[in-house]
């Protein structure tokens, strides 16, 4: 199992439209994925349609009260897609963990005890650099770094990077930061155009070729609980989220599979 966490301690940059979306395209194309929401607004929960009455457990169960986590993991409608659900008991977690034996860690330990039923975890991060966001960060082996093509677009990945080799140095050698995604994108302003020569000269190989264009659909699909593809397959939104999974594929699974 490869665990990717999507992550930019921006908030409104599309990590979790990406979570959604990029997990329901892999596992469209035969992937076995789990997807993790660590942001307890619980967005890429309800985004895949996860009713929270129908299961009270979530992540925060696994983290702070050491549930296994197959007890606490959904099916969801999707094709080969399963879910540790969010839901608000994990805004208090960042605080419960500070004091907690191995804190940064424990996500991480849950994951390596589903190692063999899943090809992929994707693990949607809150919109901060706290506890919550380092587990992720030691759990994974890939970090995908959505940037809304919009003004600002970089800020605060200064800080991500720091952040980053920090857990690189103490917790988790084998993090790579070499994944990042243009979101947002408008063809039609200079800005958008702008920020997508800026960003491909500052990260190089590590951004994605598919740009995920700005998209009314995309934005709709998260009310009806389902992913773009299952909502309108051929809008514009679906086929950019088709050709990401395709080039995650390529990029990532291919070596780790
Ligand atoms: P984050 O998880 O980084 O906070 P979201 O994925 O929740 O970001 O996206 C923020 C808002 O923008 C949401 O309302 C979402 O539906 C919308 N959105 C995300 N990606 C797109 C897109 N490509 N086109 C149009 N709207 C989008
Ligand atoms: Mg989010």
Redesign the pocket.
Known sequence: MITIAVT?Q?????????CVNLSAELGRLGHRVLVVDT?PQG?CSSGLGHDRESSPKSLYDILIDGSDIQDVVVETPWEGVSLVPANINLAGAEVELSSAISRESRLKGALSTVEDLYDIAIV?CP?SLGLLTVNALVAAKRLLI?IQCEYYALEGVGQLARTVDLVRQYLNPNLNMDGVVL??FDSRTRLANDVVTEVREGFGDAAFETL?????T??EA?SYGKPISYYQENCK?ALAYRDLAREVEGRWLKEDL
Do not use: E, F
């Not at 921006?10 to 990406?18: F, I, N, P, R």
């Open positions: 930019n921006k908030g409104g940059v599309g990590k979790t439209t990406c942001d967005n949607d919109p959505p979101t947002m995920i264009p700005r998209n009314v995309l934005s998260p939104g």
